[in-house]
């Protein structure tokens, strides 16, 4: 299994907004070949920046090859939807990880 981390850094006047378009966006992801599920999260530690909240949001897929095909074909369209709507009142930062066995 694979985990595709999303960290975003939102403005605090737009979080609620940010919050209605992402619930729907990651149910457009989850629709996608290979995402078996997703869990969102409020960071509190570290604590954001002043004026900022921050989101974490990890998905999990079955392999490499389901992520490397989502960041082929449908990455640039949905990045760019949030850009479209929010413009710079947020930052993402994405983070790949592999399980490993104990």
């Avoid at 609620?16 to 729907?24: I, Q």
């Avoid at 974490?56 to 992520?67: E, K, P, T, W």
């Amino acid at each position: 299994m694979l985990i595709y981390e999303v960290n975003v850094d939102v403005d605090a006047e737009i979080h609620a907004a940010y919050l209605a378009w992402l619930r729907p966006h990651i149910d457009e992801i989850l629709a996608l070949p290979g995402f078996t599920g997703a869990q969102m999260f409020e960071v509190t530690e570290p604590a954001p920046s002043e004026g900022q909240r921050s989101l974490c949001v990890q998905y999990r897929l079955v392999d490499a090859a389901a992520l490397d095909a989502y960041l082929r074909e449908h990455a640039p369209r949905l990045r760019a939807d949030g850009v479209a709507r929010f413009g710079t009142r947020f930052r993402a930062q994405r983070r790949v990880m592999q399980t490993l066995e104990r």
